[in-house]
């Protein structure tokens, strides 16, 4: 499957932005996604998960509350909601996609695709 993430730009502090990652499969339904971000001279970290039916959601502790993950399995697009953006959330944001089960949500190897990435940057 590919994946085409959208939606990034810059926002001042304490904005919302919302990213958007199109998959060009139809079986998009039975993947699990996820988002993981990239800051400069960092290594790439998880963000959120949701499980294929939406019913179930993950977020790294830093962005819980702030963020929130969703998906409409019709327009083959997952989404993730940004709201109370810190500098620190300046990062390429990626989303990834896996057809095996999230118990490895947090790490790069549990996903089996990924998109090109789009960039966030909060202002402060």
């Known amino acids: 499957v590919q994946l085409q993430a959208s939606g990034g730009g810059l926002v001042q502090a304490g904005g919302s932005l919302r990213l958007s990652c199109a998959a060009s499969?139809?079986?998009?339904?039975?993947?699990?996604m996820g988002w993981f971000r990239q800051a400069p001279g960092k290594e790439r970290e998880f963000v959120a998960a949701?499980?294929?039916?939406?019913?179930?959601?993950y977020y790294a502790d830093s962005v819980k509350g702030r963020f929130t993950i969703s998906r409409d399995n019709a327009k083959n697009t997952v989404f993730l909601q940004m709201n109370s953006l810190k500098p620190e959330d300046t990062a390429v944001y990626y989303c990834?996609?896996?057809?095996?089960?999230?118990?490895?949500?947090?790490?790069?190897?549990?996903?089996?695709?990924w998109g090109q990435g789009t960039l966030v940057t909060v202002s402060s």
């Open positions: 990834a996609a896996t057809y095996n089960g999230l118990g490895y949500r947090v790490s790069e190897a549990g996903y089996d695709y």
């Open positions: 499969r139809s079986t998009f339904s039975i993947y699990n």
């Open positions: 949701i499980s294929w039916s939406g019913g179930s959601t």
